[in-house]
């Protein structure tokens, strides 16, 4: 059964971090880039970041300098570190994997 299972969410205070993961299972995670999406409700979704199979990276130019995506490809588990963060970070955070998504894990940045 293919599961992409993301984690790490939860409010924090603008300079905080947060690190997200995304536990894969099912298919050979290996392979694929993997991307990282944001939405906000009543906006569309947003690509935050990216990481190809040998590891490079790719970045939305707001977070730019302040999030670091990663991943383990023997954990099958994918990173997105999450440092000076800004309340306009507030979102729903996914990982995607080749055509599969997880279901998200919230991020709330308020003081």
């Known amino acids: 059964q293919v599961q992409l299972v993301e984690s790490g969410g939860g409010l924090v205070q603008p300079g905080g971090s947060l690190r997200l993961s995304c536990a894969a299972s099912?298919?050979?995670?290996?392979?694929?880039?993997m991307n990282w999406y944001r939405q906000v409700p009543g906006k569309e979704r947003e690509l935050v970041a990216t990481i190809t199979s040998p590891g490079i990276t790719t970045y939305a130019g707001s977070v730019k300098g302040r999030f670091t995506i990663s991943r383990d490809n023997v954990k099958k588990t994918g990173y997105l570190q999450m440092n000076n963060l800004k309340p306009e970070d507030t979102a729903k955070y996914y990982c995607?994997?080749?055509?599969?998504w997880g279901q998200g894990t919230q991020v709330t940045v308020s003081s």
């Open positions: 995607k994997c080749y055509l599969y």
């Open positions: 099912g298919f050979t995670f290996s392979r694929y880039t």
